[in-house]
């Protein structure tokens, strides 16, 4: 009787705990609205879950990246539009320089005006994004990319490796070409080779404090102005590649997060119903207990 009386009692003890394990994980699941909580809940499902979660944190970083190379190209867009207005001005203060009713003086001024336009474009080129990184230094984004010596000499101090980023699982972007591309290695016959944009403005200025016409000068802007629209050309499809892989990013983010819900959201009419079961079996299994071992002891007693 005695080993009877304690399989009874285990038995009964070991069915409460199993109802009380099942309400507070039906509990859980309703107070989350999340019924995969633990891969106990459904293996498989869990799993898949997982899964599907960790994608999403892959595509969130690459949204993220997605809007850092996008931050950069645009203030590098915006930074070649207005060098490139920046030239246009200098090459209309050329031809007004070269012709040759002008006096020595007047020369003189049009090479001052230029230089404010050298000093302005010298800025754009030193451009930083909104951490404080320059955008035209290749990977050495904390080093100035351009300075001026006491002559007036521009000089590069970046370097030539383009700053790329990694936007999907295949494909990384450059965050924007490098100052050297840029403003020194122009594709253009009329300069002297490693000769920048600079360069050919101090050809200029020069010129015109001598009192002479710059007709290489003229040309070596014209050629700097052609590499700077051929740059836009080149920032806008990155831009155009960037904002398609960010439509791909999104529906792909949208389409796990419907599947996650399938796996994942709680049916709360269901739960609802499953808990008030639950109570009412433990209840039910509690009052037999208490009822049964009352009787036990009142018959060892008796």
Not at 107 to 127: C, E, F, H, M
Not at 273 to 281: E, G, I, K, V
Request: a negative charge.
């Amino acid at each position: 009787m005695l080993v009877s009386s304690n399989q009874f009692y285990q038995n009964q003890i070991d069915q409460m705990a199993n109802l009380q394990k099942q309400q507070q994980d039906l509990q859980t699941q309703i107070s989350t609205g999340i019924s995969l909580n633990k891969p106990s809940d459904n293996l498989i499902a869990f799993s898949q879950a997982s899964q599907l979660m960790l994608e999403q944190s892959n595509l969130s970083q690459y949204k993220s990246n997605m809007d850092t190379a996008n931050a950069s190209l645009n203030a590098a867009s915006t930074a070649l539009n207005q060098s490139g207005t920046v030239l246009t001005q200098i090459k209309e203060l050329i031809i007004q320089g070269n012709n040759g009713t002008l006096n020595d003086v007047d020369r003189k001024n049009i090479a001052t005006q230029i230089g404010t336009l050298k000093d302005q474009l010298l800025s754009l080129a030193n451009t930083q994004d909104a951490n404080g990184d320059f955008i035209f230094s290749g990977t050495k984004s904390k080093t100035q990319p351009f300075t001026t010596d006491a002559n007036g000499k521009v000089s590069y101090n970046g370097d030539t490796n383009q700053p790329t980023i990694q936007i999907s699982p295949t494909l990384s972007v450059p965050k924007s070409s490098t100052g050297f591309d840029t403003f020194v290695a122009v594709h253009d016959g009329s300069r002297p080779a490693g000769s920048s944009i600079f360069d050919s403005i101090d050809t200029a200025i020069s010129d015109f404090n001598n009192n002479q016409a710059s007709t290489d000068g003229l040309s070596q802007i014209s050629g700097a102005i052609n590499q700077i629209t051929s740059m836009q050309t080149v920032n806008g499809s990155q831009l155009a590649q960037i904002s398609t892989e960010q439509d791909v990013n999104q529906a792909q983010t949208l389409a796990n997060q419907s599947q996650l819900s399938t796996l994942q959201d709680a049916d709360l009419a269901t739960l609802s119903t499953q808990l008030a079961q639950s109570t009412t079996n433990l209840q039910a299994s509690e009052s037999t207990f208490v009822k049964i071992a009352s009787e036990s002891l009142f018959n060892y007693l008796k």
